[in-house]
């Protein structure tokens, strides 16, 4: 099976900049796209971007110019440079992958990794 692990949250100030890292394992040869979302409190989980393991990517619009999504296949991570960051950014970061055959298609959420935008 695959499994997704984040890594890079914590807090920062308004105006800067983190990037989170999230690493698969498993069956990394069966994964398709792979994406970032977030959920803030009290919100809906929200798709920020979405990459193909070609490399061809998405973005909301919330955070298109602000954020970028980048892929890796060699190192099976996928990473989310953000800058210009906003108290509306804060929320719990997931990453995403979709795998498996057309036939049978999966999906698979990391635990998430909490971003804090505060001064």
């Known amino acids: 099976q695959v499994e997704l692990v984040e890594s890079g949250g914590g807090w920062v100030q308004p105006g800067g900049s983190r990037r989170l890292v999230c690493t698969a394992s498993?069956?990394?040869?069966?994964?398709?796209?792979m994406a970032w979302y977030r959920q803030a409190p009290g919100k809906q989980r929200e798709l920020l971007a979405i990459i193909s393991r070609g490399g061809n990517s998405n973005y909301a619009d919330s955070v298109k110019g602000r954020f970028t999504i980048s892929r890796d296949n060699a190192k099976n991570t996928i990473s989310l440079q953000m800058s210009s960051l906003k108290p509306e950014d804060t929320a719990v970061y997931y990453c995403y992958a979709e795998f498996g055959s057309d036939y049978s298609p999966l999906d698979i959420w990391g635990q998430g990794t909490l971003v804090t935008v505060s001064s």
């Open positions: 498993g069956s990394t040869r069966s994964i398709h796209n």
